[in-house]
DNA sequence: AATAACTTTCAGTATATCTTGAAAGTTTTA
DNA sequence: TAAAACTTTCAAGATATACTGAAAGTTATT
């Protein structure tokens, strides 16, 4: 396998993952040909990198803008727009979850929270049994709310030595 | 908010969350419809409850069936299959845990040590960067696969203790 | 202030994904 | 063994999502 090959595939992979867990697959792509290239890019080179239109290359970077993940910067002389993706993995991450959290986490804790609060007065056996489940689903959500919010806070050495202990033999 | 609405509410609730995340809609509904339900539930009370053709409702009973989370059940005198969602909601992380670790993240370590071997002669800056860009994409990714590896064997309570106490305080 | 360089928008089109429904398959009952 | 009860399959249709390309918008240059 070639270098040129290697990112290639690299891009490829990254955008079926994007693609399986809700992710634009070509915002997907965008990011990962910006997480590879050292030099800022510019619309027109992602055009051609991957293959794709000028609208849907500007509707994705502004989308990857959007999440922070993504910078405009300006070459002195040149009149286009460039770009200049984030480079730190764990930053990545970590404004991923964050973001997610937001949109898809905390509605759902929300939802949890007022069902709890209705369902208090319950009688049948059914209604209890839907009751502890709501419960149950619950917990797990804060307890991964907390766990995202741990992380935001978290140095990535200083977390994965932690995570990574609580395992150790 | 009557509880009937409230059982409505937390399957569609879980229906979206489920196709935020590549989950088909209707699997994560149907899914949350057995989590609620105390009885074992036939293809038609699915189809009836969530208003889908008999083919969707057969489809994705199998799917879960497949991702071991429903499971058939034969009623005494009954020609019928009946079908129990698992309501461990820890089992039930840490089922979908699995199969997704196996399916999206198990590929993509393999490529990332892929892409390390060959990448080993490098020279120019460019190269280098890309080098040290899947380097640490395969760092991350391992470490995710080892904590995903971790809450396999952990028990609920032990796994939540332990992390909740990491960012106590 | 006109032209050129570049960016954004969005209606229409394409594609991927899900869903239907009816036919074929299977098992049970009479 | 035929009919009934039930399940599975899958081609065709429906829907959701993404993409294109050209026109409109913006900013810089002469």
Redesign the pocket.
């Known amino acids: 396998m070639q270098i040129k090959e290697a990112k290639q595939q690299f891009v490829q992979a990254w955008g079926a993952l994007g693609?399986q867990w809700g992710i634009?697959?070509?915002?997907a792509q965008i990011h990962a040909l910006m997480m590879v290239s050292t030099e800022a890019l510019?619309?027109?080179q992602i055009m051609e990198e991957l293959?794709?239109?000028?609208?849907?290359?500007?509707?994705?970077?502004?989308e990857l803008t959007d999440w922070g993940l993504v910078t405009k910067v300006f070459k002195p002389g040149?009149?286009?727009?460039y770009f200049i993706g984030e480079k730190d993995v764990w930053k990545i991450a970590k404004q991923v979850a964050k973001i997610r959290k937001t949109r898809e986490l905390d509605p759902i804790l929300k939802l949890l929270s007022e069902i709890k609060n209705i369902d208090s007065f319950v009688k049948n056996e059914d209604n209890k049994h839907f009751q502890k489940m709501v419960n149950d689903v619950h917990k797990l959500a804060l307890n991964v709310d907390r766990l995202i919010e741990g992380i935001f806070k978290a140095e990535e050495s200083w977390f994965w030595d932690k995570i990574l202990k609580l395992f150790a033999k």
Chains 1, 2 share one sequence.
């Open positions: 693609s634009n697959k070509t915002m510019s619309t027109e293959s794709i239109s000028r609208g849907n290359a500007n509707m994705n970077i502004r040149e009149r286009r727009d």
